[in-house]
């Protein structure tokens, strides 16, 4: 909480662009563990955080197989419990983490579908949504529903 007051949340987001890898890694590591620590969350950074705009850019970091294990986390810590994050990580992360759960190495496979279990947990907008794009993932786009 007090890195947070300190004012570390927006430029740990501007990291998340960083050219090196292991940058936008451990600021990504940061910002979940910001949300996230001794089995409670802290709703008040996972505000904060998706307001600085972290979201866009961890659901880009899932494409960086140096990187996606750590977004992944930080995506499933900041999906927890939290309506809006939920819906925003929907639209710009659900595709991404789907992949990595069908595809990923282990570590990204568990961390996405981590993500995904935060994204359902008593959201059934984000529960359709998941059922959606994992049915086309797993019987491609162009088959109709019967």
């Known amino acids: 909480v007090a890195v947070a007051h ?6 740990l987001v501007q990291l998340l662009r960083d050219e090196a890898p292991s940058v936008r890694e451990e600021a990504a590591a940061a910002l979940g563990n910001l949300v996230f620590f001794n089995d409670e969350t802290n709703s008040g950074n996972q505000a904060a955080i998706a307001k600085a705009g972290a979201v866009p850019f961890l659901a880009e970091l899932l494409k960086d197989p140096k990187a996606q294990v750590t977004a992944a986390g930080a995506l499933r810590n900041l999906a927890a419990q939290n309506v809006a994050n939920q819906d925003s990580i929907c ?3 659900l595709e991404s983490l789907v992949h990595l759960v069908a ?3 282990p570590k990204a496979q568990m961390e996405a579908a981590g993500a995904i279990h935060n994204l359902a947990a008593g959201n059934s907008k984000s529960q359709q949504l998941i059922v959606e794009v994992a ?10 529903s019967e």
């Open 135 to 144: 049915a086309r993932k797993t019987f491609g786009q162009n088959q109709s």
């Open 103 to 105: 595809e990923g190495n």
């Open 91 to 93: 639209r710009e992360a």
């Open 6 to 11: 300190a004012g570390a949340i927006h430029p």
